[in-house]
């Protein structure tokens, strides 16, 4: 090491590793991200009038009461400002989801313990819809949601484990 800082080099520091089922995490949150804020400007670009005469075409497609029903309520409550609301709300999650899958890429302990809480949510959930129909698409949301949570709890503890022999 004294050498090559007496020749005028720099012994190169150690790479910042970078859990490769981070950035995967990262990359499918981005995604949800992009596909929110999509669906936000679908909102806008459709306006209600179009999307009142889609849901009338689902109604009458799959038979349904058109004086009643969930969708009958949908399409009595779309207006201008509604989709605005709506739109505004979808672009606050795509925000929101798209800071975690920043701070996951770069590997920050606020989005790991936001995405592990996030995720977490959702396991009871899961596990009510996986107990009620038994198959293999419930099963799989639950397994990679708790692959998920365990992840980011595991990359949680390594970050307070780094800091602590940073401090010693």
């Known amino acids: 090491m004294l050498e090559s800082q007496q020749a005028g080099t720099v012994a190169p520091s150690p790479a910042v590793h970078h859990d490769p089922s981070l950035r995967v995490i990262a990359a499918l949150v981005a995604g949800k991200s992009l596909l929110a804020m999509s669906l936000a400007v679908g909102l806008e670009l459709l306006g209600p009038l179009r999307m009142r005469q889609w849901i009338d075409k689902l109604i009458a497609h799959f038979h349904m009461n058109p004086d009643s029903g969930f969708l009958a309520l949908l399409s009595d409550q779309i207006s201008s400002q509604s989709v605005h609301v709506a739109a505004a709300a979808i672009v606050a999650y ?49 397994l990679v ?15 307070r484990a780094r800091r602590a022999a940073r401090a010693c």
């Open 94 to 142: 795509a925000m929101l989801h798209g800071a975690e899958a920043f701070g996951l890429w770069f590997d920050q302990s606020w989005a790991s313990l936001f995405g592990c809480i996030g995720a977490a949510i959702y396991v009871p959930f899961e596990s009510i819809a996986l107990w009620q129909h038994r198959h293999w698409f419930p099963a799989t949301v639950l």
């Open 145 to 159: 949601n708790v692959f998920v949570v365990l992840i980011l709890a595991r990359n949680i503890r390594n970050l």
